[in-house]
């Protein structure tokens, strides 16, 4: 079973279009997160969610809109997409803030051409 | 300007080598994580270190804690190709921030 699972893995798409990863984690945690990953490998927080209320929204274009239907669940939304967000999208959950334990997802492999 | 600085970005070596990873900052932390990202997978967790001085091992890895909590070094003893990977510091200063993490290749 795996933990912290997000689909799709690989989406190639058109500039402009408008685009949904979602994330689902099995753990019972409380906090969930979307992290963008750059060429460079540098791993950002963008979002973070407890119990289906934002907590962080860090310095992210409104075109991406996180969704929390249940402390399970976090999908992301992004519109009218740019050659600058492809990237890796890694959907994480932890027991709470702070400093426990971050289970990450595969990731999602997203490619705007 | 990067809360944590990882060093060195990238390291190349041959099976058998030791290494070591270090993770710097000016700020003081309650504790930092170790993660290592396999190609095409998610960072997981391999250690937290939370006392000043503390040093912890997982097989042929040994972490440090410095002993002013601004620091942590990884080091790899004797280095297998299945050592390969992204290895990451991460602090929950507010939130849970990466360093830039470290590309480590080991060739047969």
């Known amino acids: 079973d795996t933990a912290v699972s997000q689909t799709p893995k690989y989406l190639v798409t058109q500039m402009g279009n408008d685009k949904s990863i979602k994330c689902e984690q099995n753990?019972?945690?409380?906090?969930m997160y979307w992290y963008k990953q750059d060429s460079k490998k540098f791993l950002k927080i963008m979002f973070s969610y407890n119990n289906k209320e934002l907590i962080i929204n860090e310095t992210v274009p409104n075109r991406f809109s996180p969704k929390s239907p249940d402390k399970a669940h976090l999908n992301l939304h992004i519109n009218s997409l740019e050659l600058g967000d492809s990237a890796v999208y890694f959907c994480?959950?932890?027991?709470?803030?702070?400093?426990?334990?971050?289970?990450f997802g595969e990731g999602s492999w997203l490619t705007v051409v | 300007t990067q809360l944590l600085e990882q060093s060195p970005q990238f390291l190349s070596i041959q099976e058998g080598e030791n290494l070591t990873v270090y993770c710097n900052s000016s700020?003081?932390?309650?504790?930092l994580q170790w993660y290592r990202q396999e190609p095409g997978e998610g960072p997981v967790l391999l250690v937290t270190?939370?006392?000043?001085?503390e040093v912890k091992k997982l097989k042929r890895l040994t972490f440090q804690f410095g002993d002013a909590r601004k620091d942590s070094s990884l080091h790899i003893t004797a280095a297998q190709p299945g050592d390969t990977g992204l290895y990451l510091c991460?602090?929950?200063?507010?939130?849970?921030?990466f360093g830039q993490g470290t590309i480590l290749t080991v060739h047969p």
């Open positions: 270190v939370v006392t000043g001085g």
């Open positions: 700020s003081v932390f309650s504790s």
């Open positions: 753990l019972g945690h409380d906090t």
């Open positions: 994480a959950s932890s027991p709470g803030q702070g400093w426990h334990t971050i289970y």
């Open positions: 991460g602090t929950s200063y507010g939130k849970l921030t």
